[in-house]
């Protein structure tokens, strides 16, 4: 049994716009209750990967249990606004409209250099998605390191449950014609180096919570580690980030437990606040990570199944060793493998011992496509 959720969708339409054929889903999260079908920031991602590549959708529309893609041509460079209008993931969006932006090609209209912009609105520190920081700190430098890939932040603004208002402004370079995503290895975890707590409070929130978390995930970190037999890296606490009007629209805080290993492979777990519950929050945030440092994973359960399309995608094998796959990674092996015809295998290097977590290396035999 795979997953039946918003991620069958973003990964679909972007391998629908890359890779040039149409593309119809049916029984869009049919069992999600109460909201079942298309949701805001399900729908705007369609909507992003199909204007890149000047495609028709049909059924495009909220609630909606059936949606259409017919490409219309190469993916377009250029400058691209999707608004959720709501607390909607505005990180969810990029998931689905940064793998379009690597394969774009120049046309009039591109942004500054021939780059795609995309500016994406909603939601940034929402629960059951990545935060920002998670895709300014793990996310984005993995892609510079094993895929060269040219992707910055220009603006963070952000924005929380219930009106969202958040903007995430992110600047891509295409790959350039002809160009295919070169094949990558996250195999040699190294030492568990060091770690860093960072935690936020924006609006009114107060900053007094946001340093119970750090403080809760730090001492989280290192007793998790003590109980598996596996040795914590050094904690730095950066302190906690206050972020006015000038940054922020509305009230929340967040914690991001980040570690570097001596290999220069990055992992991190993180949590959205809950008032009253900070110091829970922060222990589970910390708790997370030790498990994952003490599997000897090169990746973390966030990051493994955000690496299946490009390893996809990809010219040649790539391999990365990962904690206990989760059911998003298993759905999105299923729906790669269906789509692209790259080839998946998975093999158990370690089982799991007293509750933590054991080790996972993914293979793929990626299609090699190529840009434009």
């Not at 793998?99 to 780059?115: H, I, Q």
């Not at 080839?343 to 799991?352: A, K, N, S």
Request: hydrophobic share 45%; glycine share 16%; proline share 5%.
């Amino acid at each position: 049994m795979l997953e039946g959720g918003g991620q069958i969708l973003r990964n679909s339409f972007a391998y629908s716009a890359i890779l040039g054929f149409p593309l119809t889903v049916t029984s869009i999260r049919a069992h999600r209750q109460p909201r079942p079908g298309l949701q805001r920031q399900h729908l705007l991602g369609i909507k992003t990967a199909a204007a890149m590549c000047r495609g028709a959708l049909a059924g495009a529309e909220l609630g909606s249990s059936r949606a259409s893609l017919a490409p219309g041509g190469p993916l377009r460079a250029g400058s691209y606004l999707a608004d959720t209008a709501t607390a909607g993931s505005c990180m969810l969006l990029a998931q689905c409209a940064l793998p379009c932006a690597l394969f774009a090609s120049g046309a009039p209209g591109a942004g500054p250099g021939g780059r795609v912009v995309l500016d994406l609105r909603g939601g940034t520190d929402a629960s059951m998605a990545p935060p920002v920081g998670y895709m300014r700190d793990v996310l984005f430098p993995t892609l510079r390191r094993c895929l060269g890939v040219d992707v910055v932040f220009q603006r963070v603004y952000r924005g929380f449950y219930p009106r969202g208002g958040g903007q995430v402004v992110v600047s891509v370079a295409p790959l350039g014609a002809g160009a295919k995503l070169p094949a990558f290895e996250l195999v040699d975890r190294g030492d568990a180096g060091r770690a860093t707590v960072a935690a936020f409070a924006a609006g009114r929130a107060p900053a007094a919570a946001a340093a119970r978390m750090a403080r809760a995930a730090a001492a989280a970190l290192g007793e998790e580690s003590a109980r598996l037999g596996a040795g914590a890296p050094a904690v730095a606490e950066a302190g906690v980030e206050e972020i006015g009007a000038d940054g922020a629209f509305g009230s929340g805080t967040g914690v991001l437990v980040t570690a570097e290993t001596s290999t220069g492979c990055l992992l991190a777990a993180a949590r959205p606040g809950e008032v009253g519950k900070e110091e829970e929050v922060g222990a589970a945030a910390g708790a997370e990570l030790a498990r994952t440092l003490a599997s000897g994973a090169c990746v973390d359960e966030w990051l493994q199944d955000q690496l299946v399309l490009f390893m996809a995608l990809a010219d040649g094998t790539s391999r990365v060793r990962t904690c206990d796959l989760t059911l998003h990674t298993r759905t999105a092996m299923a729906v790669a493998e269906r789509l692209t015809g790259a080839t998946f295998t998975v093999r158990c290097v370690r089982e799991g011992v007293g509750g933590g977590s054991g080790l996972w290396e993914i293979a793929c035999v990626g299609i090699g496509h190529a840009a434009g």
